[in-house]
């Protein structure tokens, strides 16, 4: 098999995390940009993660003719009844400050012990001609929606800036990269995945 997977994402703080993370398996991680497919966008028009992470695995595949790993993430805040959930990404125009700024705006008034948050994040691998089954894996973690963002200089990206997790006082965009990547959603459901990366890439 050529090792070499497709990380299905335009979002470059989705990337850079995509490749610390994988960097222990021996496969040639490829952009978008790489495979000459950053002009293809593609929707994710289901409603669980699940479905959405292999819809977007499965056409990437399809296109580059590689190994494709996509994922679909979101956040769901308890005192909005799950909301924005598997909406995340569109849950407001604009960029991220929109749509976090958004949330905050939302929750304004809500005390601490009612602002019960987590992130999920689904990964699919698909083959390229269905050589082989779909990998897919699943990673939670557990927090609270702070009452203002942090922003500035930390390395964050999407929600990261107002999402607190369980057992720091500081919202995941202010925490050093490795202590992000360990207990963050996507770290999980990565690091979920490498034994079954390592069995077909090594």
Known sequence: MNNQIL??????????????????????????????????????????????????????????????????SGIAVDALGGRPGVYSARYAGGG??????????ELKGVDDPQRTA??????????????????ITRGVVEGRIAHE????????????FVFIPDGYEIALSALPMDVKNALSHRGIALRAMLPMLREIFG
């Open 7 to 72: 990380i299905a994402t335009s979002n470059p703080g989705k990337l850079r995390e995509y490749k610390i993370l994988l960097a222990e398996v021996p496969v040639q991680l490829l952009s978008l940009r790489d495979a000459g497919l950053d002009s293809l966008d593609v929707e994710e028009p289901f409603a669980t993660y699940e479905e959405n992470a292999m819809h977007k695995a499965r056409v990437y595949a399809k296109a580059a003719n590689i190994p494709a790993l996509a994922d679909d």
């Open 96 to 105: 991220d400050r929109d749509r976090y700024m958004k949330l905050l705006g």
């Open 118 to 135: 987590r992130f999920t994040c689904v990964t699919a691998l698909v083959f390229a001609k269905d050589a082989r089954p779909p990998v």
């Open 149 to 160: 963002p942090t922003e500035g200089g930390q390395v964050g990206f999407g929600y990261d």
